[in-house]
């Protein structure tokens, strides 16, 4: 889990709910018309905008930002190392029983296995590269669009509500909750957009960016196995892709 990105929403909005509470008359910032123009307007956007698939695949990778564990640079380095001495002490086609949930890695070892070249390697990795960019591209994306229109329906609620309020200027009673609705819709806007898609799509390039050195360290590592599967060598070149406080070398 995602310590950061639970503890910044958690404290975020904390800090704007408790200080509306300090400020006394919470009840007022609470406007149902205001939501619906700027959740669905935003919602409906997106729609327009995206495929169902590219949506759906957009909330999933959110959601793993808070389920699954990042794996880190230093941790992939002594992966491949422990590959190494595998197929330093069992041989190459041992690499073959390899058992791991990275497809990546796993499609790695078995081209260390057949002994493939490091031109097959690269291509492959390159391919796996560009398609991981284009797709954590898609999903990026897809919050980036949100973080634009939940800000512009916030205006256009904001419209909504100065016309209902010019319209009724005769009518006193009416003025409130249409000044409401023009002044909140703007807040949750501005809320929605830079407390919640905005920081998701950062973090998602953050991690994405993570996944491309990972795949890196995997050609890398894969190409010094087939030259020389000294697990010492491997670790010493590997680990250049790790800063050096966060080096740690797993003897075996």
Request: glycine share 6%; with cysteine; hydrophobic share 50%.
């Amino acid at each position: 889990m995602d310590i950061a990105t639970l503890f910044g929403l958690i404290v975020g909005f904390s800090l704007l709910i408790g200080a509306i509470i300090i400020g006394g008359q919470y009840n007022v910032f609470i406007n149902i018309p205001g939501l619906m123009i700027v959740v669905g307007g935003t919602f409906a956007a997106t729609c327009i905008a995206f495929r169902v698939n590219e949506i759906i695949n957009a909330f999933k990778a959110a959601f793993q930002i808070f389920v699954t564990r990042k794996l880190t640079a230093n941790e992939v380095v002594n992966l491949m190392v422990k590959i190494a001495d595998i197929s330093r002490r069992e041989g190459m086609l041992a690499l073959e029983n390899i058992e791991t949930d990275n497809n990546v890695l796993k499609k790695t070892c078995q081209l260390i296995a057949d002994n493939a070249d490091n031109d097959l390697i690269e291509e492959t990795l390159a391919i796996e590269i560009a398609s991981l960019k284009q797709r954590h591209f898609m999903v990026q994306e897809v919050f980036r669009a949100m973080a634009n229109y939940a800000p512009a329906f916030g205006m256009v609620g904001t419209l909504i509500g100065l016309v209902q309020m010019l319209a009724t200027l005769n009518d006193p009673n009416s003025l409130g909750p249409a000044m409401a609705v023009a002044v909140l819709t703007t807040l949750y806007g501005s809320v929605l957009s830079n407390l919640l898609f905005l920081p998701f799509a950062g973090k998602l390039k953050s991690r994405s960016a993570e996944e491309v050195l990972h795949l890196q360290i995997i050609f890398e590592g894969a190409k010094c196995i087939l030259q020389n599967n000294n697990p010492r060598f491997v670790y010493e070149k590997l680990s250049s892709f790790v800063p050096p406080k966060e080096r740690n070398y797993e003897r075996r």
